[in-house]
């Protein structure tokens, strides 16, 4: 579809929000050799990206398929930079949108309600059904089986569609829905480029990738537009649950959902009826082996944290994960030189760990985990700050260009 913003204040109002949108993405897709390819001439690509877009020609390009095994393994596609930032553009124009459609209690992908506000959350509602600890509470938490592979594209972009003429009120409002057509339905395994080698997918479950994915479903996990789709995909169950069911407690990260009440038997009567309203309107499937019901005294985990009475603590298999990410960062400062990829990998793993770990009373355990543990070939590069942060001891400032020879593919 061609659009044709012959008036220059919209041709103007579209450059100036995808130039916005480049300079989001790049914040933390700086050091990738498709963000600096796309940096060299970052200004030339972008009006050529206005003017496909405006054209009707734009397509999604190749992504990269890998596989990540932390915190649990996955199936990952990362999009082509040109393409995230068209991801960011869209984000930019209905995410203020979608905030105002949100509960309150859904916590991926938004601004200040990440996993930190969702456990703090769930730590408020057992506290308050309990009325703190003195009355019988119970806990229901919930998964849907294999989630972004079996989001149906068409459900998806049919109810995208409905609430964008009745939300959205900017003139370009047929080219959004044009560029969510192509981002929706387009099929990332296509094409593709495998970072890593095939047997990388032995012992994924074929529920959780793309490639096997049921026909007209899945969203690729790693794209911006896919975790703000989800999210609004399974808005309906959100308010099904606080509205129609009249839940108090509930709150949801991603697929991973959780439900307080004083009644067991309740809860136990909630399982069949949220099952039935995933099937028939979302078409999603509870997953049958992650049901969990419990008194609250025996804790919770969720999040990547073990919820119980007067005490929040990280949970076993974010310290063991923690753990092995030291080991895998030691096995990479063993070569004679370290590339400035592989500093930037290390701040940005080991820096996540510590910025998961310091939000509870974990100081002794980063210091053991650190001092015990972290090779000493790292120190010659890096210094820690109180255990709470990495930091390189000294900055190459390298040109656009060098910096793309250091860098592999990714």
Wanted: include cysteine; proline fraction near 3%; charge should be positive.
């Amino acid at each position: 579809m061609q659009f044709d913003l012959f008036d220059t204040k919209e041709k103007e109002s579209l450059t100036e929000a995808m130039f916005q949108a480049y300079f989001d993405c790049r914040k933390n897709k700086r050091n990738t050799i498709n963000a600096l390819q796309f940096e060299k001439h970052f200004e030339k690509n972008i009006f050529q990206l206005c003017d496909e877009i405006n054209a009707g020609t734009y397509q999604p390009g190749n992504s990269i398929a890998f596989i990540v095994n932390k915190p649990v393994m996955r199936e990952v596609f990362a999009a082509n930079f040109r393409d995230r930032v068209v991801h960011h553009f869209i984000y930019n124009k209905l995410n203020p949108l979608f905030e105002k459609a949100f509960i309150n209690d859904s916590f991926a992908c938004r601004i200040g309600k990440g996993t930190h506000f969702g456990i703090k959350r769930a730590d408020d509602f057992i506290k308050a059904c309990s009325k703190n600890y003195t009355n019988a509470c119970y806990i229901l938490k919930l998964d849907v089986q294999g989630f972004f592979m079996h989001i149906n594209r068409t459900l998806l972009f049919d109810r995208l569609i409905k609430f964008i003429h009745e939300n959205y009120l900017v003139s370009d409002k047929a080219m959004v829905i044009e560029l969510c057509n192509k981002i929706i339905f387009n099929d990332p395994t296509k094409n593709c480029i495998i970072k890593g080698k095939r047997k990388d997918w032995e012992g994924l479950p074929q529920n959780k990738s793309l490639f096997h994915s049921p026909p007209d479903c899945g969203l690729p996990i790693g794209n911006l537009t896919s975790q703000v789709f989800a999210n609004f995909y399974l808005n309906l169950l959100d308010h099904f649950i606080t509205a129609e069911l009249g839940i108090n407690y509930y709150g949801r990260y991603v697929d991973d959902f959780i439900i307080v009440h004083e009644n067991n038997e309740y809860l136990k009567n909630l399982i069949p009826q949220i099952a039935e309203f995933l099937q028939s309107r979302l078409q999603l499937t509870l997953h049958p082996n992650k049901i969990y019901l419990q008194h609250y005294s025996k804790g919770v985990k969720y999040l990547g944290a073990v919820i119980k009475p007067n005490r929040i603590y990280i949970a076993k298999r974010t310290k063991g994960n923690f753990y092995r990410a030291i080991l895998e960062m030691n096995k990479i400062v063993e070569v004679e030189k370290l590339t400035i990829d592989e500093k930037a990998e290390f701040l940005s793993i080991m820096n996540s760990y510590l910025g998961i770990l310091k939000h509870y009373r974990t100081y002794n355990l980063r210091r053991k985990m650190i001092e015990k543990h972290l090779s000493l070939g790292w120190w010659t590069y890096v210094y820690a700050i109180h255990y709470a942060k990495f930091r390189l001891k000294k900055l190459k400032h390298l040109s656009v260009s060098k910096r793309i020879e250091n860098l592999s593919i990714y």
